[in-house]
């Protein structure tokens, strides 16, 4: 394996220019999807390089469970600095573990609260909630609005709120938001393209309330209207839901022309740049760690006693 065992733990870096690419050249269908498969495969083989340098780098630790064979030199030689990288990954580890579970239990305990404020009202798809704090946000078949954002809203703003809001439902972005903030914890090299798909999806559902309502000027006005109204306001548990993004970028690009739906751009553009980049990136990440993965496994399973 040498040195290319440490490959998928550095591949990361390359998240910030391929983010900054796809999220202002892609369509932001195309780039949520692309960032959120790129750091969901980088995550998962870094995680996967940490336990395998830790299989090796300890397997010669006195007191450890693993089989004595695993401590033959023929394997600890598959690691450069075998000692090193192995007890410098168990904390890598163990750090990945902790962060990835206060994540997801951060995640249902605010979904179950917000779930649970709306058990007193109908089971309709849009949830009037009588709150002072105006803010919007999306749970799963569920759109969820204050009286207080509703009233600072013309009736055609109130149209493009729920248009926005119907497509982070359909789309399921809570999907890619989490998945992406997962993968921001097992490697913070990863955090460019968490904050990149928190932009590009609140994109998508731009784009797409724009063409349900039929007037890109009326989205860019609700959502100026309604990051000026909720400015200052407090942020309770239920209102960090309703994350905006950068809302002078995103009214600036509904002011602009809408970007083009194809599929996959031509490679020699900066928006092919950045798709073959992130899709190279993502790939020799996952080759490297496949190699790895079963080499290694070959290496002890021919130092297992049988």
Request: with cysteine; hydrophobic share 55%.
């Given at each position: 394996?040498?040195?290319?065992?440490?490959?998928?733990?550095?591949?990361?870096?390359?998240?910030?220019?391929?983010?900054?690419?796809?999220?202002?050249?892609?369509?932001?269908?195309?780039?949520?999807?692309?960032?959120?498969?790129?750091?969901?495969?980088?995550?998962?083989?870094?995680?996967?390089c940490l336990a395998l340098l830790m299989v090796v780098g300890t397997a010669q630790l006195p007191g450890n469970?693993?089989?004595?064979?695993?401590?033959d030199p023929e394997v600890r030689e598959a690691v450069p600095q075998d000692g090193i990288a192995?007890?410098?990954?168990?904390?890598?580890?163990g750090t990945v573990a902790?962060?990835?579970?206060?994540?997801l239990h951060r995640h249902r305990r605010v979904t179950r609260l917000a779930r649970r404020a709306l058990t007193v009202l109908p089971g309709r798809e849009v949830a009037v909630l009588p709150d002072r704090t105006p803010y919007a946000y999306a749970l799963p078949g569920r759109i969820v609005v204050t009286t207080a954002l509703l009233e600072g809203l013309a009736p055609g703003e109130r149209r493009a709120l729920f248009a926005h809001e119907r497509a982070h439902v359909a789309a399921r972005h809570h999907r890619h938001l989490l998945a992406v903030h997962l993968a921001a914890r097992a490697n913070p090299f990863l955090r460019p393209l968490r904050t990149a798909v928190a932009y590009t999806a609140?994109?998508?559902?731009?784009?797409?309330?724009?063409?349900?309502?039929?007037?890109?000027?009326?989205?860019?006005?609700?959502?100026?209207?309604?990051?000026?109204?909720?400015?200052?306001?407090?942020?309770?548990?239920l209102a960090a839901l309703a994350?905006?993004?950068?809302?002078?970028?995103?009214?600036?690009?509904?002011?602009?022309?809408?970007?083009?739906a194809r599929g996959w751009p031509p490679a020699?553009?900066?928006?092919?740049?950045?798709?073959?980049?992130?899709?190279?990136?993502?790939a020799a990440s996952a080759m490297s760690s496949a190699n790895s993965a079963v080499t290694l496994f070959l290496v002890l399973q021919a130092a297992t006693p049988l």
């Open positions: 394996m040498g040195v290319f065992v440490f490959l998928p733990l550095v591949l990361p870096l390359s998240a910030w220019p391929v983010a900054r690419l796809a999220e202002s050249r892609l369509h932001p269908r195309a780039a949520t999807r692309l960032l959120t498969a790129v750091a969901v495969v980088m995550a998962v083989c870094s995680t996967l469970p693993l089989p004595d064979g695993w401590a192995g007890r410098a990954a168990i904390p890598a580890l902790v962060l990835c579970g206060r994540t609140e994109r998508w559902a731009d784009e797409a309330a724009a063409g349900a309502v039929g007037d890109r000027r009326t989205v860019a006005r609700a959502i100026g209207r309604a990051a000026l109204l909720a400015r200052g306001a407090p942020a309770p548990t994350a905006t993004g950068p809302v002078p970028r995103r009214v600036a690009a509904l002011l602009g022309p809408a970007p083009s020699f553009t900066a928006a092919g740049l950045a798709v073959w980049g992130a899709a190279a990136g993502a």
